[in-house]
């Protein structure tokens, strides 16, 4: 696609149930990324992939969190058993490949646990 | 280990000053240094890159930048703000050493006065 495609843009949940995120990153990108953001603060580092490979996921909170990219293209995050503090701003981008030329933004899913 | 730090979490100035914002880094290797700007309710949009070349870096909107080494600073500026200038504004840093992925600072949000 033209750009990062993220979906839902918003999400409502409760605590504990599970939640999916999807990441449509631009055509022909190798790297993606997802990134959470509190509100007030910086984007912080999650995981990222190459490709179908995932390359680091030094940045997954916990083992609730966990997250594929089956074909090389779209990218699933996973959360499970939902907690309020998993409330933020979840940002997915891609690049060509690396962190080099920096990344490509979506718009985000604002994920809020009720 | 990478770090990004911003001086000033807000930053207020009247419309036709000069905007300053400020950057400082901690890499072990060279970095590869990124702005970005967040509008309301949008996504994060690249402003500008250091990639080793040219020091002093031209961006998108009029904006600037300039790599001291000497100094591991990375400030942003533009001669004259425009009301459009009010966003959010994130300073990026990635090197390989630290695992090819971008580290953000925590943002500093700019208002724009008449």
């Known amino acids: 696609g033209a750009g990062v495609s993220q979906s839902p843009r918003y999400k409502v949940t409760k605590r504990g149930q599970d939640v999916a995120l999807r990441c449509d990153p631009i055509?022909?990108?190798?790297?993606l990324y997802w990134y959470r953001q509190a509100l007030g603060q910086g984007p912080e580092f999650l995981t990222y992939?190459?490709?179908?490979?995932?390359?680091?996921k030094s940045g997954l909170p916990n083992d609730r969190f966990s997250a594929e990219r089956p074909e090389g293209s779209i990218s699933t995050l996973t959360i499970q058993r939902t907690e309020q503090r998993d409330s933020a701003m979840y940002r997915c981008?891609?690049?060509?490949?690396?962190?080099?030329?920096?990344?490509?933004f979506g718009s985000g899913t604002r994920l809020t646990v009720v | 280990a990478q770090s990004v730090t911003q001086l000033g979490s807000h930053v207020s100035v009247s419309e036709g000053a000069l905007v300053l914002l400020r950057c400082n880094y901690s890499?072990?290797?060279?970095?590869?240094l990124f702005w970005y700007v967040q509008y309301p309710n949008q996504g994060l949009q690249l402003l500008l890159k250091?990639?080793?070349?040219?020091?002093l870096v031209k961006g998108i909107n009029g904006f600037e930048a300039e790599f001291k080494k000497s100094e591991t600073s990375f400030h942003l500026t533009k001669p004259s703000a425009h009301m459009s200038d009010a966003a959010e504004y994130f300073c990026?840093?990635?090197?390989?050493?630290?695992?090819?992925?971008?580290?953000f600072g925590g943002g500093t949000r700019v208002l724009v006065k008449p």
């Open positions: 981008a891609s690049s060509p490949r690396g962190a080099d030329y920096g990344y490509t």
């Open positions: 990026a840093v990635n090197s390989w050493a630290a695992g090819n992925k971008l580290t």
């Open positions: 055509s022909g990108h190798v790297s």
């Open positions: 250091y990639t080793s070349a040219a020091t």
């Open positions: 890499s072990s290797v060279p970095p590869y």
């Open positions: 992939f190459n490709y179908e490979a995932q390359q680091d």
